[in-house]
């Protein structure tokens, strides 16, 4: 994908959302003037909308009359560094959210970090392990004891007994 | 003047209280360290750091907020210098000179002079800041809702006239942030409003730091990624006691300059759109041009170190006289600051002077202290610093992931905004590769409440007439200048096309 596609999209998708926002903010909503009680609730994001459809549909149009530095740029949006890398990194996060939902949030911190660690950074064992079993616990210790914030822990809550028996 | 002093003096021992003096060292500390890493500036050390302060009360928290702003302008410096490549985007104009510098040897006396002249500019904007304040919260004491929506708009309106971005991308962004906060249920009517695909996560609203965590955290690290190939590489830096009495020396070759720069970083930074670095790059080109030898700029002068250092000091200080004084935040990071004041339940805008004094002196004072402990602790932990970026970027950046995700899940405890933050930061990293400025919209995020807020209420008053705007005189001054910072760029390129066009019928003939 060129830089000029990728500009061509993105103002494609603005202009497809500000559609669907314009609906969604006139959807049972009032979006104009209700007599006594002012502005109708949907007015502000209906209008909102209206404009973010004229900013897209004027990028898209400079789009098409390579008026942008972007549209007239025909090298590749992400070369494949990046993507190895970023597109890694992504995928990470993403599966960091999905597990934390089943396994809890500090099971799944620590497969991240570990992978992130010695399999992405390439570091040695000792160091991965170490910082694996450290990080969580110092987020553990301050967000659930200090600032008594309880991170989801899915399947692995029992485990955590013991712990709350013991800070609480 | 007393009505200044005294409660500066309650300001400036609030600020020493055991609590608020140990956040305020962490913060310059952890500000110093943000600013120095590659990729991480002060406006992403805040958004990151502000779940964590809901452990403290709000006096300490923004004492400790605001220490991270100050200490990362403190280090930004470190990596321009040792790395040549800026620790954040307020100190690129730092590399100009700071580089060359550190390639002649010279490393040490480049960052002592950044060290320094960063003190110098802090110092001004602070006094002015302390001078200026309550004069202004009095002087919008005086506004109704119709000059907050004004004046809101003028907000806006900077970015568009002076972000120097593509106009169309900035008012996409701008409208894209206010459009997210106007998710959840309506404050005035109640009623739910963008609820999409009937999910029940968006009834609470997209708070502000799931959209400032997914573009300043994790946004801000993919973009980061991509920029290093998670390598950098350092200088050697030796600096001992020697070399500070050797620089103590030379500090009055750039005193000048660095209270010069300090005066316009300040005033500049009180811009929304414009902040610390235009400002910094402003001074560089203002010190270069007053100076004897501008030939010798860019090849290791002292004051072309000295005076985006002071700039942009100045201007974190500058960008916060708005945002306590007005409730419009002067900058990302301050727009983060006074998102920060509405979770902590206070109302920003003039009334803070007088309804919360202590919250407001606190923060004030904790700003003198905060730039003596950083120019101190700067000094102090160079070395330090300078073997903290020899580190890998693939440690640093986990343990960011971590922080957002942990800290994007503290406000409002749902699974829900942490895959909007993810979402948001995916979808703002590549936005940003398309040159769509970012800040706008989290500007926009904070300020969009108070804003519909401001002109429901206005209208209502005037009873669907949307010439009350410009019938008060104030609000039509705000709107008038909105309206030209909005035509300005326009009309600027309208004009350079002509010219052009003059040109080629000019070669033709």
Known sequence: MTVRTAEFTAALLLILASLGLMWKSADGLSIGWIRGSGPGSGFWPFWLSVVMLLSSTAILIRCFLHATPESRDTSSFVDRQTVWIVGLTVLALFFLLLASSFVGMYLSLMAFLLFYLRFLGGHSWTLSIILMIFIPSFVFFFFEYLMTIPLPKGITEPLFFPIYRLIY | ?509
């Open chain 2, 1 to 509: 003047m007393e009505s200044v002093l005294i409660p500066l003096m309650g300001g400036l021992a609030d600020a020493l209280q055991p609590l608020n003096l140990t956040m305020l060292v962490i913060g310059c500390l952890i500000g110093l360290f943000v600013g120095a890493m590659p990729g991480l500036g002060s406006v992403n050390g805040v958004a990151i750091l502000l779940p964590v302060t809901f452990l403290v009360p709000p006096d300490a928290a923004i004492i400790f907020l605001a220490a991270v702003y100050y200490g990362a302008m403190y280090g930004g410096a470190v990596s321009s210098i040792t790395l040549g490549i800026p620790g954040a985007s307020t100190a690129v104009a730092t590399v100009f000179d700071g580089r060359p510098m550190a390639q002649a040897g010279k490393a040490d006396q480049a960052l002592l002079t950044a060290a320094i002249a960063s003190f110098i500019g802090g110092t001004i904007s602070v006094v002015l800041f302390t001078l200026f304040a309550p004069p202004l919260a009095a002087f919008a004491l005086k506004f109704g809702p119709a000059e907050e929506f004004a004046l809101m708009m003028l907000a806006f309106a900077t970015f568009v006239g002076l972000g120097g971005g593509d106009i169309a991308k900035t008012i996409c962004s701008i409208v894209i942030g206010l459009v997210l906060a106007t998710i959840g249920l309506d404050i005035i009517s109640g009623k739910p409003r963008l609820i999409f695909f009937d999910i029940s996560g968006f009834f609470h609203g997209v708070n502000f730091l799931v959209l400032a965590i997914g573009i300043y955290g994790i946004g801000e690290m993919l973009w980061t990624l991509e920029q290093t190939k998670g390598d950098v590489q350092a200088h050697r830096v030796s600096a001992g006691l020697q070399s500070i009495k050797e620089h103590l020396k030379r500090i009055k070759s750039y005193i000048v300059p660095a209270s010069l720069s300090g005066l316009l970083g300040y005033f500049v930074g009180i811009l929304p759109a414009a902040g610390a670095t235009p400002a910094s790059l402003m001074a560089y080109g203002m010190t270069k041009a007053l100076s004897n030898d501008p030939d010798s700029f860019g090849k290791g002068n002292m004051k072309g170190v000295a005076a985006p250092e002071a700039a942009n000091n100045a201007a974190s200080t500058g960008s916060m006289l708005p945002m306590i004084t007005l409730g419009i935040p002067g900058s990302p990071t301050t727009a983060i600051l006074l998102g920060g004041m509405i979770i902590w339940g206070l109302r920003p805008g003039p009334l803070l002077f007088t309804e919360h004094p202590d919250f407001v002196w606190g923060l004030v004072g904790s700003l003198y202290f905060a730039n003596i402990v950083s120019v101190l602790l700067n000094i102090a932990l160079i070395p330090l610093f300078v073997r903290v970026l020899t580190l890998k970027f693939t440690i640093l950046a986990p343990i960011i992931f971590v922080l957002c995700i942990v800290g994007g899940y503290a406000p409002t405890q749902t699974m829900h905004d942490l895959w909007l933050m993810l979402l948001f930061g995916v979808v703002g990293y590549l936005l940003r590769k398309l040159d769509y400025p970012v800040a706008p919209a989290v500007l926009a995020i904070v300020l969009g409440p108070l804003a519909e807020r401001s002109l429901r209420q206005s209208l209502l008053s005037s009873q669907g007439d949307p010439l009350i705007f410009v019938e008060r005189p104030l609000s039509a001054i705000f709107m008038l200048v909105a309206v030209v910072l909005f035509v300005y760029p326009l009309a600027l390129r309208w004009w350079r096309a002509r010219r052009a066009g003059d040109n080629v019928v000019a070669a033709g003939e």
